[in-house]
C-alpha cells in the first residue's frame, strides 16, 4: 500500500513542478463538461424557435356562395389564421410556382397548397357526388434530418385545425337543416316509427314462418304416399309376370287348338267309325237266320259279340277322351256324355245277349235275340246319329268359340297388360321425381323458416336494444342538445373527444431529459482524453525496484482516478447550477456520476495499460459503440437488432438509466438495480488489467518499441 501511495504523491508532485502542467491538468477537468454543457444546452428546447422554419402557404381556394348569397373562402380563413401564428414560419409566396421553387432551392423547408375548391367541397359535403377538400404538400427533406419530421408535425397540426373546421361547419350546417325541418326529433331518437316498423316487419315473418311450417307438415303427410312407389314398382314386377303368363297361356292356347282340331276331327271319325260299325253290327245279326247250322250261328254270334266289345271299347274311349278335355261343363256336351253313357248300356246289353244265345243255341233264342238285337241296335243308331248331330251342331261350334273367345281375351289381356305396365312405369318415375322435389322443398323451407327465426330474434334485439337506448339518459341529453345552441353543438362535434393526461416522472424540458446521455458520455469522453495525454506507464525509479505489477498498476491509477472524478463533479456542478437541469435528487445524481466514472476510469486505464495504444483505440470503438446503441437518444427498442442484442455488454445503459431515476423520480430500488450492474464493470476491468494483462506484458512492450522506432508513433 506505501508503494501505492508513493506513486500517486510523486504524480501529484510532477503535476505541481510546472504551472504548464497544472493548466493542462485543470483544462483536462473542464472540457469533458464542456462537451456535456454544449451539447444538453443545444437540445435544451429544440421546438422553442421552431418559428424560424420557413413552410410556404398558397391560397388558390375561389371561395363559395351558399343558397343564401353569403360569400365564403375557407382557404382565405386557414392562411389569416396562419398569419397569427408564431410556432412556425408560415410565408405566403404570390404564387404556386414560386412556392414550389423554393421548397426545391432550400428556401422554405415545406410548402402548402390549397385547393382551387377548397370551400366548395367543404360545404357541399352533404350530395351526392361529394368530394373531400384537400390541400397539396411539398417538402425537402434534403436540407434537414430533422426539419422534415418538424414540418411533418406543423402541417398535421394543420389538418387538425383544417379537420375540426370542416366538422364544425358541416355540423352546423346539418344541424340547422334540422332545425328547419318539421320532423319530430324527439319521437325519431325515441325510434318510435322505426319500432313500430319492426313490428310490422315481425308479424309479418311470422306469418311466413307459419305457412311455411304448414306445407312442412303437409308434404310430411304427402310422404306418406310415397309408399305407393314401392306398390307400382311390385306390381310392375306382377303385371311383367303376367305378361310372361300371358305369352305363355298364348302358346298354349295354340297348342290346345291344335291339338283340338286333330282330336275334334279323330273325334269326328271315331263316332262315324261307330256308327258304320253299328250298321255292320246290324247286318250280322240280321245274316244270323239264314245260318243253318248251329256252328256256324255261333261263329257268326262270336262275331257279333266281337264287334260289340269293340263297339263298347270305341264308346269307351270317345267317353274318356270327351271327359279329358274338361269341357263337360257346357250343356251340350253334358247331353253327349249322357248318351254316350246310354249307348254303352244298350252295347253292353246287346253283347250280354249276344253270349246268352251263343250258351244256348236255341233257335227261337237266336231269333228273339236277332230281334232283341236289331231293335237295339236301331235305338242304338239313332242314338249314335242324336250324338253326332249334337257334336257337329253344337259342341264343335262352341268348342271353336270358346278357344276363339280365349285367344281374343288373352290377346286383350296382353295388350292390356302392356298400356298398364307402361303407365306403372311412368307412374314410378313420377313418383321418384316427386319424392326428391318434395324432399328439396323440405329442406329448403326448413332452412327459410331458420332464417326467418334468426331474422325475427335480431329484430327483437334490435327491438330491445333501441328501446334501451331511448329510455337512457344519453337519448335525452342528445334530443335535448340538438334542441340546444347549433353553434355549440359544432364545436362539440368538432372536438368530441377530450383527452385527460397523466404524465409521470414529468421533466420540464429536453435539455434535462437529455442530461443523463451526455454526461454520462462527457465522462468516458474525459478519460479518454486523459489517457491519449498521460502515461499510464511508471518510470522506473530505484524505489520501485521491488514494486509488484499490482502496486505499480494501483499506484498510477489513483492520479487519472483523482483527475476522473474533478471531470465528474465539473460536469455535476455545471448541470445542476450552470444549465440547471431539472434533478428531484441532486446527491444521488452525484454519486451515480462519481460511480460512473469510478467504473469508466478504470476500464478504459486498464484497457490502455494492458493493450496500449491498441486499448485507446477499443476504448473509441466501445464509445462509438454506445452512442449509437445504449438508448441514450431513441429508445432500444427503436434501434436495429443489432444493438438490441449487444446494448446489455456495455456500461452506459446502466449508467444513464441510474441518472434518469435521480432526474425524473425514483422507482422503488431500479437505481441501486443499475448501480450494481454497473459495477460489474469494475470487477471486469480489475481482471483485464491484472490478470489478462499479464500475458500480454512483453509482446506490448515490444510493440511500442517498434512503433517509437518509426519516429511517427
Same mark, same amino acid.
Given at each position: 500500500?506505501?508503494?501505492?501511495?508513493?506513486?500517486?504523491?510523486?504524480?501529484?508532485?510532477?503535476?505541481?513542478?510546472?504551472?504548464?502542467?497544472?493548466?493542462?491538468?485543470?483544462?483536462?477537468?473542464?472540457?469533458?463538461?464542456?462537451?456535456?454543457?454544449?451539447?444538453?444546452?443545444?437540445?435544451?428546447?429544440?421546438?422553442?424557435?421552431?418559428?424560424?422554419?420557413?413552410?410556404?402557404?398558397?391560397?388558390?381556394?375561389?371561395?363559395?356562395?351558399?343558397?343564401?348569397?353569403?360569400?365564403?373562402?375557407?382557404?382565405?380563413?386557414?392562411?389569416?389564421?396562419?398569419?397569427?401564428?408564431?410556432?412556425?414560419?408560415?410565408?405566403?409566396?404570390?404564387?404556386?410556382?414560386?412556392?414550389?421553387?423554393?421548397?426545391?432551392?432550400?428556401?422554405?423547408?415545406?410548402?402548402?397548397?390549397?385547393?382551387?375548391?377548397?370551400?366548395?367541397?367543404?360545404?357541399?359535403?352533404?350530395?351526392?357526388?361529394?368530394?373531400?377538400?384537400?390541400?397539396?404538400?411539398?417538402?425537402?427533406?434534403?436540407?434537414?434530418?430533422?426539419?422534415?419530421?418538424?414540418?411533418?408535425?406543423?402541417?398535421?397540426?394543420?389538418?387538425?385545425?383544417?379537420?375540426?373546421?370542416?366538422?364544425?361547419?358541416?355540423?352546423?350546417?346539418?344541424?340547422?337543416?334540422?332545425?328547419?325541418?318539421?320532423?319530430?326529433?324527439?319521437?325519431?331518437?325515441?325510434?318510435?316509427?322505426?319500432?313500430?316498423?319492426?313490428?310490422?316487419?315481425?308479424?309479418?315473418?311470422?306469418?311466413?314462418?307459419?305457412?311455411?311450417?304448414?306445407?312442412?307438415?303437409?308434404?310430411?303427410?304427402?310422404?306418406?304416399?310415397?309408399?305407393?312407389?314401392?306398390?307400382?314398382?311390385?306390381?310392375?314386377?306382377?303385371?311383367?309376370?303376367?305378361?310372361?303368363?300371358?305369352?305363355?297361356?298364348?302358346?298354349?292356347?295354340?297348342?290346345?287348338?291344335?291339338?283340338?282340331?286333330?282330336?275334334?276331327?279323330?273325334?269326328?271319325?271315331?263316332?262315324?267309325?261307330?256308327?258304320?260299325?253299328?250298321?255292320?253290327?246290324?247286318?250280322?245279326?240280321?245274316?244270323?237266320?239264314?245260318?243253318? @247250322?248251329?256252328?256256324?250261328? /255261333? $261263329?257268326?254270334?262270336?262275331?257279333?259279340? #266281337?264287334?260289340? !266289345? &269293340? +263297339?263298347? %271299347?270305341? =264308346? *269307351?274311349?270317345?267317353?274318356?277322351?270327351?271327359?279329358?278335355?274338361?269341357?263337360?261343363?257346357?250343356?251340350?256336351?253334358?247331353?253327349?256324355?249322357?248318351?254316350?253313357?246310354?249307348?254303352?248300356?244298350?252295347?253292353?246289353?246287346?253283347?250280354?245277349?249276344?253270349?246268352?244265345?251263343? @250258351?244256348?243255341?236255341?233257335? /227261337? $233264342?237266336?231269333?228273339?235275340?236277332?230281334? #232283341?238285337?236289331? !231293335? &237295339? +241296335?236301331? %235305338?242304338? =243308331? *239313332?242314338?249314335?246319329?242324336?250324338?253326332?248331330?249334337?257334336?257337329?251342331?253344337?259342341?264343335?261350334?262352341?268348342?271353336?268359340?270358346?278357344?276363339?273367345?280365349?285367344?281374343?281375351?288373352?290377346?286383350?289381356?296382353?295388350?292390356?297388360?302392356?298400356?298398364?305396365?307402361?303407365?306403372?312405369?311412368?307412374?314410378?318415375?313420377?313418383?321418384?321425381?316427386?319424392?326428391?322435389?318434395?324432399?328439396?322443398?323440405?329442406?329448403?323451407?326448413?332452412?327459410?323458416?331458420?332464417?326467418?327465426?334468426?331474422?325475427?330474434?335480431?329484430?327483437?334485439?334490435?327491438?330491445?336494444?333501441?328501446?334501451?337506448?331511448?329510455?337512457?339518459?344519453?337519448?335525452?341529453?342528445?334530443?335535448?342538445?340538438?334542441?340546444?345552441?347549433?353553434?355549440?353543438?359544432?364545436?362539440?362535434?368538432?372536438?368530441?373527444?377530450?383527452?385527460?393526461?397523466?404524465?409521470?416522472?414529468?421533466?420540464?424540458?429536453?435539455?434535462?431529459?437529455?442530461?443523463?446521455?451526455?454526461?454520462?458520455?462527457?465522462?468516458?469522453?474525459?478519460?479518454?482524453?486523459?489517457?491519449?495525454?498521460?502515461?499510464?506507464?511508471?518510470?522506473?525509479?530505484?524505489?520501485?525496484?521491488?514494486?509488484?505489477?499490482?502496486?505499480?498498476?494501483?499506484?498510477?491509477?489513483?492520479?487519472?482516478?483523482?483527475?476522473?472524478?474533478?471531470?465528474?463533479?465539473?460536469?455535476?456542478?455545471?448541470?445542476?447550477?450552470?444549465?440547471?437541469?431539472?434533478?428531484?435528487?441532486?446527491?444521488?445524481?452525484?454519486?451515480?456520476?462519481?460511480?460512473?466514472?469510478?467504473?469508466?476510469?478504470?476500464?478504459?486505464?486498464?484497457?490502455?495499460?494492458?493493450?496500449?495504444?491498441?486499448?485507446?483505440?477499443?476504448?473509441?470503438?466501445?464509445?462509438?459503440?454506445?452512442?449509437?446503441?445504449?438508448?441514450?437518444?431513441?429508445?432500444?427498442?427503436?434501434?436495429?437488432?443489432?444493438?438490441?442484442?449487444?446494448?446489455?455488454?456495455?456500461?452506459?445503459?446502466?449508467?444513464?438509466?441510474?441518472?434518469?431515476?435521480?432526474?425524473?423520480?425514483?422507482?422503488?430500488?431500479?437505481?441501486?438495480?443499475?448501480?450494481?450492474?454497473?459495477?460489474?464493470?469494475?470487477?471486469?476491468?480489475?481482471?483485464?488489467?491484472?490478470?489478462?494483462?499479464?500475458?500480454?506484458?512483453?509482446?506490448?512492450?515490444?510493440?511500442?518499441?517498434?512503433?517509437?522506432?518509426?519516429?511517427?508513433?
Amino acid at each position: 500500500m506505501k508503494t501505492i501511495l508513493k506513486i500517486f504523491k510523486n504524480d501529484l508532485i510532477g503535476i505541481k513542478k510546472s504551472i504548464l502542467t497544472i493548466v493542462l491538468a485543470v483544462g483536462l477537468c473542464i472540457l469533458p463538461a464542456l462537451y456535456a454543457w454544449f451539447n444538453i444546452f443545444a437540445n435544451w428546447d429544440p421546438y422553442a424557435n421552431t418559428g424560424n422554419i420557413n413552410i410556404a402557404v398558397v391560397n388558390l381556394d375561389r371561395g363559395y356562395t351558399d343558397a343564401d348569397g353569403n360569400e365564403m373562402n375557407m382557404g382565405q380563413s386557414v392562411a389569416d389564421k396562419l398569419k397569427s401564428q408564431t410556432s412556425i414560419g408560415w410565408v405566403f409566396p404570390d404564387s404556386e410556382k414560386s412556392a414550389i421553387d423554393g421548397v426545391k432551392s432550400g428556401k422554405y423547408y415545406a410548402a402548402v397548397v390549397i385547393d382551387e375548391d377548397f370551400s366548395y367541397n367543404m360545404f357541399n359535403a352533404l350530395t351526392d357526388n361529394f368530394v373531400n377538400p384537400s390541400f397539396t404538400y411539398y417538402e425537402n427533406e434534403k436540407k434537414n434530418a430533422v426539419a422534415p419530421k418538424i414540418t411533418d408535425t406543423a402541417v398535421s397540426t394543420l389538418k387538425t385545425s383544417i379537420n375540426e373546421t370542416y366538422v364544425k361547419a358541416i355540423s352546423q350546417k346539418l344541424i340547422t337543416a334540422i332545425d328547419d325541418s318539421d320532423t319530430d326529433l324527439s319521437k325519431d331518437l325515441k325510434g318510435t316509427d322505426f319500432i313500430t316498423a319492426l313490428k310490422t316487419v315481425d308479424d309479418n315473418l311470422a306469418g311466413y314462418q307459419k305457412t311455411i311450417d304448414s306445407i312442412i307438415k303437409a308434404n310430411n303427410k304427402l310422404k306418406t304416399s310415397t309408399k305407393l312407389k314401392d306398390a307400382t314398382d311390385k306390381s310392375s314386377k306382377l303385371l311383367s309376370d303376367a305378361g310372361s303368363a300371358i305369352d305363355s297361356s298364348m302358346s298354349d292356347i295354340d297348342s290346345v287348338g291344335s291339338t283340338y282340331y286333330t282330336v275334334r276331327n279323330s273325334l269326328q271319325d271315331q263316332i262315324d267309325s261307330i256308327a258304320q260299325d253299328i250298321q255292320n253290327l246290324k247286318s250280322s245279326a240280321k245274316l244270323i237266320h239264314m245260318k243253318d @247250322d248251329a256252328e256256324n250261328i /255261333s $261263329a257268326d254270334l262270336e262275331n257279333i259279340k #266281337a264287334d260289340a !266289345d &269293340k +263297339l263298347q %271299347q270305341k =264308346i *269307351d274311349a270317345v267317353d274318356e277322351y270327351i271327359k279329358s278335355l274338361d269341357i263337360s261343363n257346357t250343356n251340350e256336351v253334358s247331353d253327349a256324355l249322357n248318351k254316350l253313357d246310354k249307348l254303352k248300356t244298350e252295347v253292353k246289353k246287346i253283347s250280354s245277349l249276344t253270349a246268352d244265345t251263343i @250258351d244256348s243255341l236255341d233257335m /227261337s $233264342a237266336i231269333t228273339n235275340a236277332e230281334n #232283341a238285337v236289331s !231293335d &237295339k +241296335l236301331d %235305338q242304338i =243308331i *239313332d242314338s249314335v246319329s242324336d250324338i253326332d248331330d249334337t257334336f257337329t251342331s253344337q259342341v264343335i261350334p262352341d268348342m271353336d268359340n270358346i278357344i276363339l273367345n280365349i285367344k281374343n281375351a288373352l290377346k286383350n289381356a296382353q295388350d292390356l297388360l302392356n298400356t298398364l305396365n307402361s303407365t306403372i312405369n311412368s307412374a314410378s318415375s313420377v313418383f321418384d321425381n316427386y319424392k326428391v322435389t318434395i324432399a328439396s322443398m323440405n329442406t329448403s323451407l326448413s332452412d327459410l323458416s331458420d332464417l326467418i327465426s334468426g331474422i325475427r330474434d335480431k329484430i327483437q334485439t334490435a327491438t330491445d336494444e333501441i328501446n334501451k337506448a331511448a329510455d337512457s339518459e344519453v337519448t335525452d341529453m342528445i334530443i335535448a342538445f340538438l334542441n340546444g345552441d347549433s353553434e355549440a353543438l359544432a364545436s362539440f362535434l368538432s372536438k368530441p373527444v377530450a383527452v385527460e393526461e397523466h404524465y409521470y416522472y414529468s421533466i420540464a424540458n429536453y435539455g434535462s431529459s437529455m442530461a443523463p446521455f451526455y454526461s454520462v458520455l462527457a465522462i468516458w469522453v474525459g478519460m479518454t482524453i486523459l489517457v491519449s495525454l498521460m502515461k499510464v506507464h511508471v518510470k522506473d525509479a530505484d524505489y520501485l525496484k521491488d514494486a509488484r505489477p499490482h502496486q505499480l498498476f494501483f499506484g498510477r491509477y489513483l492520479i487519472f482516478f483523482l483527475l476522473s472524478q474533478l471531470q465528474v463533479l465539473v460536469i455535476v456542478l455545471g448541470d445542476l447550477f450552470l444549465l440547471k437541469i431539472q434533478c428531484l435528487h441532486p446527491f444521488a445524481f452525484w454519486a451515480t456520476a462519481a460511480l460512473t466514472g469510478l467504473t469508466f476510469s478504470i476500464l478504459i486505464y486498464s484497457l490502455t495499460i494492458s493493450f496500449g495504444d491498441i486499448g485507446k483505440a477499443l476504448a473509441v470503438v466501445i464509445m462509438v459503440l454506445q452512442i449509437a446503441g445504449s438508448g441514450g437518444t431513441y429508445p432500444i427498442e427503436a434501434l436495429p437488432n443489432f444493438f438490441r442484442q449487444v446494448y446489455i455488454f456495455f456500461p452506459f445503459p446502466y449508467a444513464i438509466n441510474a441518472m434518469r431515476e435521480c432526474i425524473g423520480g425514483m422507482y422503488h430500488a431500479d437505481m441501486f438495480k443499475y448501480l450494481l450492474e454497473l459495477s460489474i464493470f469494475i470487477v471486469v476491468a480489475l481482471v483485464i488489467g491484472l490478470i489478462i494483462r499479464k500475458p500480454f506484458i512483453h509482446i506490448m512492450h515490444f510493440i511500442e518499441k517498434r512503433m517509437e522506432d518509426t519516429d511517427m508513433m
